[in-house]
């Protein structure tokens, strides 16, 4: 194993050397790799981290001369990287809460894996894709990627085979993982990158029809559905929530004003019937939904811990779990039969009717919540700043979609909103940046709409 591992750092050093451009290809194609891991002199380290070490020294041996150059010449006008002062300080209060932390060590992994080597990523992809067409081969790139980990989640599903957990195996409850070790992550990894598959798609259904379109169009419709199919067979409902609700918002960004204040007007009222008349109804639901009472009790669970001992700073990164125990609920008293009289009886019934409700709790890694998941790992400073990251990816897909109406680039930008949107409403109750890969998307699809807005601030001094 290690010698396949060598070899083939030494075959992607030599392909760095040639083109940097492909390498990068290589590295979003293969974000799952990240689960192929190993040491190098007693230190951990995985195929990915490798690959993106490996890409940051070639992209600084190949510019440093222009980089030092920079540096040096005050008097040459710069243009600001998008996002540089977030950066600087999600860098800063993650670098903060290494020394935070009850492990040192284990806080020194994730920073590297989840804030350093993302964001350097992030300068390299802006430095080195500048144009439409690297743009598409990075959307065709990751899309490749999506249909490797749906077609093998798929594979599972019919079969049943490399889901190593029983209870998921189990064919009546049959729940694929893909290459991942749990099946919400199957939804969190493919979620984001179906609407830029989709945005592609649609943008070159738009185009002039040619040989080569046909079969492109083929591959992006396949890794679509696949992908859809997949996050189904992994029952992440937050999963398919987040990537239905996103398409369904994009679509509505697209429709002429009129039919936008009827459909708005219709929700209200909808909605406003619902809260009323079916209140009683949908408390009733969300009891008898064990993932929301979980996390429920999660939420209250961290904000007790937050309030008493990390208000401020947070508890660190990778310290969640050791933390929060002393506030921890080893269990609950969950209504698994959708009983509306369930408080009463929990209350007058004998110790079996309770123990037959009783829901034993673990400790997981994070609380399942984006703005809580910053918030305890790099402070209440560093969570409201990566929340107000993705508000102004958010406002920059939009501007983006309104001046480019009346062309197809429109829907490029619709994707990239769309892929936005997934993540923030998959993180509502799920964990969509703190992964390898996870954190490499997430500023991958940031780093896009930067070289968006370079292209633009280009254009803009060149007008005046």
Request: aromatic residues 16%; glycine residues 4%.
């Amino acid at each position: 194993m290690n010698i396949l591992i060598l070899l083939y750092f030494l075959f992607f050093a030599f392909l760095s050397h040639l083109n940097l451009k492909t390498s990068i290809l290589v590295i979003l194609f293969a974000l799952p790799s990240y689960l192929i891991r190993f040491s190098i002199l007693s230190i951990p380290t995985n195929l990915l981290e490798l690959m993106v070490l490996t890409v940051t020294l070639f992209f600084v041996l190949k510019n440093y001369k222009k980089i030092f150059k920079n540096l040096k010449d005050k008097r040459e006008e710069k243009q600001a990287y998008p996002f540089s002062w977030e950066i600087v300080i999600i860098l800063t209060m993650a670098f903060v809460s290494v020394f935070i932390s009850s492990s040192l060590t284990s806080a020194l992994g994730i920073f590297k894996a989840y804030f350093l080597e993302p964001i350097l990523l992030f300068i390299i992809i802006v430095n080195t894709f500048r144009s439409d067409r690297d743009i598409k081969k990075i959307i065709y790139t990751i899309s490749a990627s999506a249909l490797i980990v749906s077609l093998f989640a798929i594979w599972q599903k019919i079969t049943g085979q490399f889901i190593f957990n029983e209870f998921w195996a189990n064919e009546e409850n049959r729940r694929v993982v893909s290459f991942f070790g749990y099946p919400n992550a199957v939804a969190l990894y493919l979620g984001p990158l179906i609407p830029l598959s989709l945005a592609l798609f649609i943008q070159r259904t738009k185009e002039k029809a040619s040989f080569f379109s046909f079969f492109e169009q083929l591959f992006l419709f396949v890794c679509i559905v696949s992908s859809f199919l997949a996050i189904y067979f992994s029952k992440s409902k937050g999963g398919l929530i987040a990537v239905s609700l996103s398409i369904l918002i994009s679509v509505f960004i697209l429709i002429k004003k009129k039919y936008k204040i009827l459909i708005l007007t219709i929700l209200i009222i909808t909605s406003s019937f619902l809260f009323y008349a079916k209140k009683d109804l949908i408390d009733l639901k969300l009891s008898s939904s064990l993932s929301y009472q979980i996390r429920l009790t999660q939420w209250e669970e961290t904000m007790e811990m937050l309030k008493k001992e990390g208000l401020i700073f947070g508890v660190g990164l990778a310290s969640y779990q050791e933390r929060v125990e002393a506030y921890h609920q080893e269990g609950i008293f969950f209504n698994k039969d959708a009983d509306p009289d369930f408080k009463r009886k929990i209350v007058i019934f004998d110790d079996k009717y309770r123990a037959q409700r009783w829901q034993p709790l673990e400790i997981y890694l994070y609380p399942h919540n984006i703005f809580l998941n910053f918030w305890t790992e790099i402070g209440i400073i560093g969570a409201i700043t990566f929340i107000f990251l993705i508000f102004k990816l958010l406002y920059m897909s939009v501007r983006h979609i309104i001046k480019n109406k009346n062309n197809k680039e429109k829907y490029i930008f619709l994707g990239l909103f769309s892929s936005v949107l997934v993540i923030l409403i998959h993180g509502m109750f799920d964990v969509p940046y703190f992964k390898n890969d996870l954190s490499i998307i997430f500023w991958l699809i940031a780093s896009l709409l930067a070289i968006y807005q370079l292209k633009d601030n280009k254009k803009w001094k060149k007008k005046t």
